[in-house]
């Protein structure tokens, strides 16, 4: 097995793992001190398990009529889906999504013991329901990971497919919607879906629309038995008071955190348009980021931008590069690199 890996070189232009670009704003990091300044305090005793301030605040935020027994939060959403793992899968036990995708995923299950099985997309990375639902009932797995909108292809997934995938199997199935707000504002979330699904999960993060990668704040919403599933396998105390304390602060200031969302998408859009004009051929995305083929060598135009002092990513898709939508000179920087590189196939 290989670890996740992706590089972390001290480049000015860093738009290679799907970060918020914008700092949190001033007043709200300020805010945020105070918060953990008063939790420090307290820091020689444990923190609290249930985490239930954070998880009040996280079901407000999500609206839905959730409540706290609904919600579950660890140190980002990766762990958040390793405890879904931890207790759904483990040896003899599979784990299903529609490749490519997350590149968590494989790596999550198979370290619970439990092998991965990988569907397939349309050419246009879609996923149609009538198909996915036949691919999930033939596989029948114990856990199908939905990424919706996709990683590393920005692809959205209808609510449809969601639907006839959780009716094609008797397992659980996650949803995940980390780049959910980068979505047009009028689209519905599975967290819609929830009533009456006892085996549905919507996972979400503060890694991206909020920009909170380095806090590692993950967080889900599912019916209250399977939350208690997961208070099985976390470790004791696994969210420290002071991540619970910076979480809930930053929450009471989700507006003001969110922001910068219109202004990131205004770039992605950037990016996808003027790509498309250097001959290069943008995926939809619903995401902050861009999957653009007809890239000759991959490997070539990835080294050549970083020689220029853009970080972005080759996922591993032929002919194809995946770029974070940044800061408008970020976004700016990056353009202007590829369009002097300048091969398309
Ligand atoms: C689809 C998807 N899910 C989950 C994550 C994990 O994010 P975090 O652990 O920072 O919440 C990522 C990170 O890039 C992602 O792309």
Known sequence: MTPYGAPQAPLPIALNVNENTHPVPQDVADDIM???ALALRDVNRYPDREFTAL?????????????????????GSNEVLQHVLQAFAGPGRTAFGFAPTYSMYPLLTRATGASWLAGTRASDYSVDASDAAAQVADAAPDVVFLCAPNNPTGTPLGLDVIEAVYDATDGVVVVDEAYFEFAPRDERSALTLLPNRERLVVSRTMSKAFAFAGARVGYLAADPTLIDALRLVRLPYHLSALTQAAASAALRHAPTMLRMVDEIV???????????????????TWTNFVLFGGVADPATTWQALYDRGVLIRDVGIPNHLRVTAGTEEETTAFLDALASVGSTS
């Open 34 to 36: 105070d918060s953990i």
């Open 55 to 75: 998880r009040e605040g996280f079901a407000d935020y999500l609206g839905h009529g959730l409540t706290r027994e609904q919600i579950w939060a660890a140190n």
């Open 266 to 284: 205004a770039q992605r859009d950037r990016i996808s348009a003027t790509v498309e004009a250097l001959g290069y051929t943008p995926h939809e």
